[in-house]
């Protein structure tokens, strides 16, 4: 296998279903691959982002500010917020693997630090939209909508 700390992070099986079944040059470290470099990457940028805009509608005195005519669609992207940062605490407190195939217990901590860097993005996302429920810019905008449909496709 490889160094402590990686397998200690992955906890790859041996000769699991990830080994057996994955042809790529990560093997049984795929789950643990994918889901650091993809998914916790993709909502480490969008919390970024959804911080740079929330310090914008906080700080920036050049933004253009303006107040929404009807707040629904915000409260319908409030519910989905809540709903995606709900989600993975749950699956959180639960133990609820969804890359474990092999009947491990409990999570393995690549996806502990990937459920709560997903809780958290998600989280900052839902006090973006109620700020913006007061508040709004047109600043930005584009960059967190691109970024967070890229992450709720996943």
Same mark, same amino acid.
């Given at each position: 296998m490889a160094f402590k700390p990686l397998g200690w992070y992955c906890q790859p099986v041996a000769n699991g279903v990830w080994a057996r079944t994955v042809q790529n040059a990560f093997g049984g470290y795929t789950p643990c691959a994918v889901d650091t470099l993809v998914i916790c990457v993709s909502h480490l940028v969008v919390l970024g982002l959804c911080c740079y805009r929330i310090w914008l509608i906080k700080k920036d005195s050049n933004a253009k500010r303006s107040c929404l005519r009807s707040k629904l669609y915000n409260y319908v992207l409030a519910l989905l917020a809540t709903?995606?940062? !709900?989600?993975? *605490?749950?699956? *959180?407190?639960? &133990?609820?693997?969804? *890359?474990? *195939?092999? &009947?491990? !217990?409990g999570l393995a901590p690549f996806e502990t630090v990937s459920l709560l860097i997903e809780a958290l993005a998600w989280c900052t996302m839902l006090v973006l939209i109620g700020g913006e429920t007061k508040v709004y810019i047109s600043d930005f905008r584009w960059f967190v909508q691109i970024w967070s449909h890229l992450c709720f496709s996943w």
């Open positions: 709903y995606c940062t !709900a989600e993975p *605490l749950f699956r *959180l407190n639960m &133990g609820i693997s969804v *890359l474990n *195939l092999d &009947g491990q !217990a």
